[in-house]
């Protein structure tokens, strides 16, 4: 890959990071809300047993966001180094180049399609 390449995806990694890291500072602030609205009892509704699943169904997938956000933003951290040491769009598994179509796709692409299907499928059986 070109250094022009390289810069143009150095710069999307980078305003990609910052809109995770921006969603990620959102995600935690409403999930310190949450958790403090019910540790100190004010919630905006009855203790019903529907509501508090709902709440709790909430929170876990705010977790689970969170959790998946997290686990994003290292792939891009990952993405950069790969960048730095000039192995970005170089596939880990075969050594083949990453299609420019796939990493625009996916900027955090470690694999090749066809290196990626492989591993998908032995993930399913």
Same mark, same amino acid.
């Given at each position: 890959?070109?250094?022009?390449?390289?810069?143009?995806?150095?710069?999307?990694?980078?305003? !990609?990071? &910052?809109?995770?890291?921006?969603?990620?500072?959102?995600? !935690? *602030? =409403?999930?310190?809300?949450?958790?403090?609205?019910?540790?100190?009892?004010?919630?905006?509704?009855?203790?019903?047993? =529907?509501?508090? $699943?709902?709440?709790?169904?909430?929170? !876990?997938?705010?977790?689970?966001?969170?959790?998946?956000?997290?686990?994003?933003?290292?792939?891009?951290?990952?993405?950069?180094?790969?960048?730095?040491? $000039?192995?970005? $769009?170089?596939? *880990?598994?075969?050594?083949? &180049?990453?299609?420019?179509?796939?990493? *625009?796709?996916?900027? =955090?692409? *470690?694999?090749?399609?066809?290196?990626?299907?492989?591993? !998908?499928?032995?993930?399913?059986?």
């Amino acid at each position: 890959m070109n250094k022009k390449d390289l810069a143009r995806f150095k710069k999307l990694i980078e305003t !990609e990071r &910052k809109r995770v890291v921006s969603q990620l500072d959102s995600i !935690e *602030e =409403a999930i310190s809300d949450r958790t403090a609205n019910q540790a100190s009892g004010a919630q905006g509704y009855s203790n019903h047993m =529907a509501d508090i $699943g709902s709440d709790a169904m909430e929170q !876990e997938q705010a977790f689970l966001h969170a959790s998946q956000g997290s686990d994003y933003l290292r792939q891009l951290d990952d993405a950069l180094k790969r960048i730095q040491d $000039g192995t970005y $769009g170089v596939c *880990e598994d075969c050594g083949g &180049k990453i299609p420019v179509k796939r990493l *625009e796709a996916y900027l =955090a692409a *470690e694999l090749c399609i066809t290196c990626k299907s492989r591993q !998908e499928k032995l993930q399913r059986s």
